[in-house]
């Protein structure tokens, strides 16, 4: 499993704890994470910032900025960006295609 599979994999274990079915809402060709507007949490609780994201975020860790990194809901690089993307929609249609 590369980088990027490894984290967006940590990611979505995260996300099924607090937010179960949340592959379903995820919009994968809309998909930016390296925008707060269209990244994961924005996609499931309308903002990157909302109240509701940051307190799952809050759940979860203590360093918020190094532990998005970690779990696939940010990017280092726009090639970072790309590779954290395509992770995310394989892991949505993986999901899918397993129910």
């Not at 940590?10 to 269209?38: C, I, R, T, Y």
């Amino acid at each position: 499993m590369n980088d990027a599979k490894e984290r967006v994999a940590k990611g979505a274990a995260l996300l099924d704890l607090d937010f179960p079915g949340w592959e379903k809402k995820l919009k994968p060709a809309e998909l930016d994470v390296m925008s707060s507007a269209l990244c994961v949490g924005a996609q499931l609780t309308g903002s990157f910032f909302s109240d509701v994201f940051q307190a799952f975020l809050t759940r979860h860790v203590n360093d918020t900025f190094s532990f998005i990194d970690e779990v696939g809901f940010d990017a280092n690089s726009l090639v970072d960006a790309d590779e954290i993307k395509n992770a995310w929609i394989d892991i949505v249609r993986e999901r899918k295609e397993a129910k």
